[in-house]
């Protein structure tokens, strides 16, 4: 079975720093975007950041200048890098991935169990 395991939340004060990992593993042939989204009591969830295989990124207007996604393909590892933090940002953080399991399967849907990101004033 495909496992995505979130790593990095915590307790900050507002301005600081936290940088988010995600890294996947089980039966995996290829990875494609690969994505942070984040979910505060009694909201829906929404995308924060996501990026393709090769690359390519796009943020939430609420968090652009202030986080950075990355991805180390070989490791199958997802990084969010985020500065600045606010207290709006306090949330369960949760990582995305768009991934195939098997050479006879479609590309899927797959998420973590999230990682608690709390922003203090």
């Known amino acids: 079975q495909v496992q995505l395991v979130e790593s990095g939340g915590g307790l900050v004060q507002a301005g600081g720093s936290l940088r988010l990992s995600c890294v996947a593993s089980?039966?995996?042939?290829?990875?494609?975007?690969m994505g942070w989204y984040r979910q505060a009591p009694g909201t829906q969830r929404e995308v924060v950041a996501a990026?393709?295989?090769?690359?390519?990124?796009n943020f939430a207007d609420s968090v652009k200048g202030r986080f950075t996604i990355s991805r180390d393909n070989a490791k199958n590892t997802l990084y969010l890098q985020m500065d600045s933090l606010k207290p709006e940002d306090t949330a369960i953080y949760y990582c995305n991935a768009q991934l195939r399991s098997s050479w006879w399967s479609r590309v899927s849907d797959y998420w973590g169990q999230g990682t608690q990101v709390t922003v203090s004033s």
């Open positions: 089980g039966s995996i042939i290829s990875i494609n975007d």
């Open positions: 990026i393709t295989s090769g690359g390519r990124s």
